[in-house]
C-alpha cells in the first residue's frame, strides 16, 4: 500500500494560490488537477513535461488535456510510457491570473500496491517570462 505524500504544488514564476486534486511527491497526479495561480512577473508561456505511465493497459491510447487560461492543447494517442512536452503560449501580465487544469483519460484506480487513485506523472511545469520567450524568436 502506497504511503506518499502530497507535494506542495509550485511552478516557477508563479505563485499558487489553488489546487484542486493531489499531485504526491513522486509525481503521480489525480486523473484530473487544477492549478490556480498568480503571475509574479509576465508570463509568456507555460512548458510541462509529461509521462504517460507503462504500468497498466490502459494508458495505451491515452489522451491528455491541458488547459490553460480556457485555451485548450490536446496530446492523444500517446504509447505507453511515453513522456511528451507540452507548450501553452499564453499572455499573462505581472499579477494576472494562470488557470491551469490537466486530465487524463486513462487513470489507474486504487489497487493492493498502491491506494492512490492515480492518472499520469508530472516531471516537470515551468512558467516563461515573456521577455525569454522574446528572447527565444
Not at 500500500?1 to 506542495?8: H, I
Not at 489546487?19 to 488537477?33: A, Y
Request: aromatic share 6%; charged share 25%.
Amino acid at each position: 500500500m502506497s504511503k506518499e505524500s502530497e507535494s506542495v504544488v509550485s511552478i516557477p514564476n508563479l505563485v499558487v494560490t489553488t489546487v484542486e486534486g493531489i499531485l504526491w511527491v513522486d509525481g503521480w497526479m489525480t486523473r484530473e488537477l487544477r492549478i490556480i495561480c498568480k503571475a509574479i512577473h509576465h508570463v509568456g508561456g507555460l512548458e510541462f513535461a509529461l509521462w504517460n505511465p507503462d504500468s497498466s493497459i490502459k494508458y495505451a491510447g491515452n489522451n491528455i488535456t491541458l488547459i490553460c487560461n480556457k485555451r485548450k492543447w490536446i496530446a492523444g494517442n500517446l504509447a505507453m510510457g511515453e513522456k511528451i512536452d507540452l507548450y501553452a503560449k499564453l499572455d499573462v501580465s505581472e499579477g494576472g491570473i494562470v488557470d491551469i487544469t490537466i486530465v487524463s483519460d486513462g487513470f489507474m484506480e486504487s489497487d493492493a500496491m498502491d491506494s492512490r487513485r492515480r492518472g499520469i506523472v508530472i516531471v516537470s511545469m515551468l512558467a516563461h517570462l515573456a521577455s525569454s520567450i522574446e528572447a527565444q524568436k
